[in-house]
């Protein structure tokens, strides 16, 4: 039986805890969707590169040249600082609860996006790509939302 469901699996609940945690303000909902980032990486390291970091940049060049001609796998240097970021908000949002305001909330939200996008659109082949867009721009929409989604549940 192929794993690739199960990698998959855990990026898109990564992606929907992400959006249902921005939608609700929670950092319990947004706790969870990173610790499925990081299930989906453990996963993607150990089903599909063998945990070796030579084998996932290799595959990144591979799927970045199937899609745009270009052989680049330093895409994969990308997806880690996405981690990083994503663990790091999680822990300010525990230490710091307030939520951050301004311009670096922005280009947090704008660099989540573009990852995002690349996820669950950009490199997703066939109609499930459509779901991602819907994800994206759900997410778009709760960030110009300035009250939680649904305020009576607490988190």
């Avoid at 319990?28 to 990081?38: E, F, K, Q, V």
């Avoid at 590169?49 to 996932?56: E, G, N, R, V, Y």
């Avoid at 970045?64 to 997806?79: Q, V």
Wanted: proline share 5%; hydrophobic share 55%; aromatic share 16%.
């Amino acid at each position: 039986m192929s794993t690739d469901w199960l990698i998959r699996a855990t990026a898109w609940l990564a992606f929907a805890l992400y959006v249902a945690a921005e939608g609700k303000k929670s950092r319990w909902l947004n706790s969870l969707g990173c610790a499925a980032l990081l299930f989906h990486i453990g996963l993607a390291f150990h089903f599909r590169h063998d945990w070796s970091h030579s084998a996932a940049y290799a595959d990144t060049a591979r799927q970045t040249a199937a899609l745009t001609g270009r052989n680049w796998g330093a895409g994969i240097y990308i997806n880690y600082l996405f981690a990083f970021l994503w663990v790091g908000d999680v822990t300010r949002s525990w230490i710091k609860p307030r939520p951050v305001s301004g311009s670096q909330i922005w280009i947090l939200r704008g660099f989540f996006l573009f990852m995002f996008l690349n996820a669950a659109v950009i490199f997703v082949p066939g109609p499930i790509r459509w779901l991602g867009l819907m994800g994206c721009l759900v997410l778009v929409g709760v960030w110009l939302t300035p009250r939680p989604l649904f305020p009576l549940a607490r988190s």
